[in-house]
């Protein structure tokens, strides 16, 4: 039995699967991840982008943070690939009961999929500091220097930085749903950055599924590992509704 073939017969058994993601997920849309070769921390910046994405960073540098995270964050024109596409059809289906996602560029939604958990927030929610009206991404991204509020305030996007918490009701959210899953895939991340990683050691089913580039501490609990492109192979699968 091929791997692929092993992985569509996992997925045909399961009527609660969760999906974790991260970056890896939408490079296939033309985002750049962190780590890859060609990723954000293998360019040249004035500061390394880990820093650059940090609340101190964004307090002591506000206008260098914002034309990062203009030219490098705000991606508005990126379209889901197949991976979304399939994972909301799956949902659709009655098969997936969520996604859990590290991603901030929100082509899970626009794909379709309706329970998501953002555990770094979504570049298209922006919320002024000073009075919590909210703004869209293409305002942050046309506007220049310090994007303001009508009534003076700092507009900050409701993206987790380095060195902030992570929302707790997205974390239970998302506790919940993957201790409840018949079926854990775990896509496109290196499994890297914590707390988001530590989320998975609460599934504890036997269909665990890894699918990424390299490996990931999650490779030897996997029952399946695939290192294949993740659009590529979700491309394939097949969906019976329950």
Not at 75 to 85: E, G, M, T, V
Not at 93 to 102: D, F, I, N, R
């Amino acid at each position: 039995m091929t791997k692929m073939e092993q992985f569509q017969q996992m997925i045909d058994e399961s009527s609660r699967i969760v999906f974790f993601g991260g970056a890896g997920v939408s490079t296939e849309s033309g985002i750049p991840d962190f780590r890859s070769v060609d990723g954000l921390y293998h360019q040249s910046f004035r500061y390394p982008p880990e820093e650059m994405l940090s609340h101190s960073f964004y307090v002591r540098h506000t206008a260098e943070f914002f034309d990062f995270y203009r030219k490098k964050m705000l991606c508005l024109d990126a379209q889901p690939n197949a991976a979304h596409r399939k994972l909301a059809e799956l949902e659709q289906a009655g098969k997936l009961s969520a996604v859990v996602t590290q991603n901030i560029d929100g082509l899970h939604q626009k794909a379709g999929s309706k329970r998501v958990y953002e555990l770094h927030g979504s570049v298209h929610r922006n919320y002024c500091q000073k009075c919590h009206k909210e703004y869209d991404a293409e305002f942050i991204l046309h506007s220049e220097g310090i994007p303001t509020c009508t009534c003076g305030g700092t507009i900050k996007p409701d993206v987790v930085l380095y060195e902030e918490g992570l929302d707790q009701d997205v974390i239970n959210g998302a506790v919940t749903e993957i201790r409840r899953a018949d079926m854990l895939i775990i896509g496109g991340t290196s499994l890297a950055v914590y707390p988001a990683a530590g989320l998975i050691h609460y599934f504890g089913g036997s269909r665990l599924v890894v699918i990424n580039r390299s490996s990931t501490p999650a490779d030897q609990s996997a029952a399946l590992m695939i290192s294949d492109p993740i659009g590529e192979i979700f491309g394939q699968v097949k969906i019976t509704k329950i």
